[in-house]
């Protein structure tokens, strides 16, 4: 860890790479939080999927996982440039022979191909044997906070990461459009598990719509466990009808619900 690559050392670049990783998840999840969870409770309360709210000792446990999954990522990013300095990956940090129509595309390739590999990685580390030793970690938040946004056991944090080495490895890819696809990823898993539906009613059903994931999927996929595996895209799970049976209508109820009409027992209940 001491070796220098470009001017900086292994250690120092694996704690700038932790430092950006802590202080995105600050922001992204930690906002959210406080927003959803503490500043406008009462106010969001009737768009909570679940009924009820986490305890403090489950919070914790989402910060103290992820903020270990932010090291392993941190260790592996320092692998992959280890990898690109000797030429090993596809990464490269100019735009000479590469168009900025290139650069956009690559981005949204990176996005699709991410959406895939999650998908198929998920399922996987849902088979017998390897979900108690992968991804049951994950699965504690049965109903997951901002904060479990990257709540994952070792090995699910080094195939999260992974997805980055395939790429890096399967065709060019400016280094930026990897840190925006970074940014992209971790705002979509901050909203994934918010624990409240901010799409209005129909959304999972309008022919321009019904593509995307929304918080009320992700969040059966906490509450039920073996439906749901998308991540960005709801096409997977339609194709191999992996949709929770009910998660047209859980959506549609969250989203129909009025903040009026949500009794003040009720609200005092949730809260």
Known sequence: MTSTIQGISYLERFLLVYGVLLLRYAIFAGLLYLLFYTWKKRNFLYKKIQHKFPEPERVWFEIKYSLSTFAIFGVMACGLHWLTKNGYTQIYTDFSGRS????????????????????FTHRLMHLPGIFEVAHKVHHRSHNPTPFASFSFHPIEAVVEFGIIYVVAFSFPIHSFVILGFTMFMMANNVLGHLGFELYPKGFTK??????????????????????????????????????????????????????????????????
Not at 106 to 112: A, D, F, Q, T, W
Not at 234 to 255: G, M, P, Q, S
């Open 100 to 119: 900025v129509g290139y650069f956009i595309v690559s981005l949204i390739g990176m996005i699709v191909v991410h959406d895939t590999y999650f998908y």
């Open 206 to 271: 309008n022919k321009l719509t019904f593509w995307l994931n929304t918080s009320t999927n992700h969040n059966m996929h906490h509450k039920y466990v073996n439906c749901n595996y998308g991540l960005y895209f709801n096409i997977w799970d339609r194709l191999l009808k992996t949709n929770h049976k009910k998660y047209h209508d859980t959506f549609d109820e969250v989203a129909s619900r009025k903040k009026e009409v949500v009794h003040e027992a009720e609200m005092q209940q949730l809260a």
